[in-house]
């Protein structure tokens, strides 16, 4: 049974955090307050989240939140840079913690995270929400069962235009020093993992190319969240890391596979698309369509073609999480990021560990990210 819910970060993501908390924390304490603190360096974006998804109390100094004995589960939801500082310390007080994607800035700052999470005896994980994605989790366990025949060849893009407008603010995310790579380290992230995921460990990277699409943006007047458009001042500053990131990889397993990330592709959105070849089939997905995937098999005949394999009440992570189960009802973005949270709040309830996007996956995912950083610029954050 949880104590107390505390959000760190109370921007973009911490509402995601906050809102998944609301929906299923009192299966695993009913009680009042349990929703405890979100604490946000900005007392008024904290007090505008604890408002709107009804947490008791509200903080401006995290170090004051992780002392707090009434706080016994952490989400980390603050800027790429502050990551591994807060983790180690909520870990050292013996919280069970969630920490937002990257895990860190490199693998070497990565590294203690992990080693700290794998001596601790509270549950820790990594923010790789779209593991829990019906059809991709579907699309995971084909691969592993075989139904694919032999793994040959992924690619998984994922394509953003948040930064596609010159006119947003220069903000934490397009400084090397505070967000780490640009694209590679928001949502390269996500798709390194996706691939992790899906076929298995990374062997190598074979090469690697990224660009700073729009090299300068302008300072805003207030503060900032997200990726919503402020006041923005006369002075510009410098964007240092990249807008998109094309990379090339070699599997384990002997698969080879692509992996792009942009945040300047126009029309995109925030879109995730991948395709898993094997010897004996295809399977597709987007999180524009998230009601199904679809799927070619090799038969006696020949290639089926595409097959759509619409989203079921058996599909994973469905049964007993979503209100209507029924046949193609659609789960998006809120959806899979309550499976994950529930799934955390499970492996506390029951002493486990949290192993689907665990503490580990978050440093395995940021050696390759490095390896991949390395191929196409030899710049990666040092140790801090
Ligand atoms: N899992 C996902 O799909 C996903 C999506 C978006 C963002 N993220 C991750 O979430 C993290 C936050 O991103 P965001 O978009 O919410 O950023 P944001 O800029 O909207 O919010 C960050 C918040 O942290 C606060 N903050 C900064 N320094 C602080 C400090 N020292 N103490 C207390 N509060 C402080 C800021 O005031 C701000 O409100 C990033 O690491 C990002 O990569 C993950």
């Keep these: 049974m949880v104590k107390g819910i505390a959000i760190i970060g109370a921007g973009m993501i911490g509402a995601a955090h906050a809102s998944a908390y609301r929906q299923y924390a009192h299966r695993f304490n009913p009680a009042p307050g349990v929703l405890h603190t979100v604490c946000d360096m900005n007392g008024m974006a904290a007090r505008k989240l604890a408002a709107d998804w ?8 995290w170090k004051k939140v992780i002392a707090d004995p009434q706080v016994d589960v952490v989400s980390v939801c603050l800027p790429n840079f502050l990551h591994t500082e807060v983790t180690l310390a909520a870990l050292a007080a013996g919280k069970h913690v969630l920490c937002e994607k990257p895990l860190a800035l490199s693998a070497a700052q990565a590294r ?3 080693e700290a999470a794998l ?20 699309i995971r366990a084909r691969v592993v069962a075989g139904d694919l025949g032999r793994p040959v060849q ?7 235009d948040y930064a596609a407008d010159p006119l947003l603010p220069h903000l934490w995310r397009y400084e090397f020093a505070k967000a780490g790579p640009g694209a590679l380290l928001d949502v390269g992230t996500h798709a390194v993992d996706m691939l992790r995921f899906l076929f298995g460990e990374v062997q190598g990277v074979v090469g690697a190319a990224s660009k700073i699409s ?6 805003p007047l207030g503060t900032t969240s997200g990726h919503g458009h402020v006041a923005l001042s006369d002075k510009m500053a410098a964007v240092d890391n990249d807008d998109v990131m094309t990379a090339l990889l070699r599997f384990a397993n002997g698969a080879q596979g692509t992996m792009t990330a942009s945040r300047v592709a126009v029309g995109s959105g925030n879109r995730l698309t991948v395709e ?4 004996r089939g295809t399977a597709r997905f987007t999180t524009e369509t998230p009601s ?6 090799l038969t006696e005949g020949g290639p089926t073609g595409f097959q759509r394999i619409m989203n079921r009440p058996g599909s994973p992570n469905i049964g007993g999480l979503v209100a209507v189960p029924h046949d193609s009802v659609a789960v998006g973005y809120s959806e899979w990021f309550g499976f994950m949270i529930h799934e955390f709040l499970t492996c506390i309830a029951e002493g486990r560990a949290f192993d689907n996007g665990s503490i580990a996956d978050g440093y395995h995912t940021a050696i390759v990210l490095d390896a991949i950083q390395r191929e196409c610029c030899n710049k990666v954050p040092p140790l801090t």
Excluded: W
């Design 276 to 279: 898993v070849m094997g010897t």
């Design 214 to 219: 729009i090299a300068e943006r302008r300072l």
């Design 119 to 138: 001596k601790a005896t509270t549950v820790s994980g990594t923010v790789f929400n779209y593991r829990r994605i019906p059809a991709l989790a579907e």
């Design 112 to 114: 203690p995270v992990h």
């Design 54 to 61: 009804g947490f008791a109390h509200v903080a401006t100094d």
């Design 292 to 297: 199904y995937y679809e799927m070619a098999l």
């Design 154 to 160: 992924i690619s998984v893009a994922f394509q953003c």
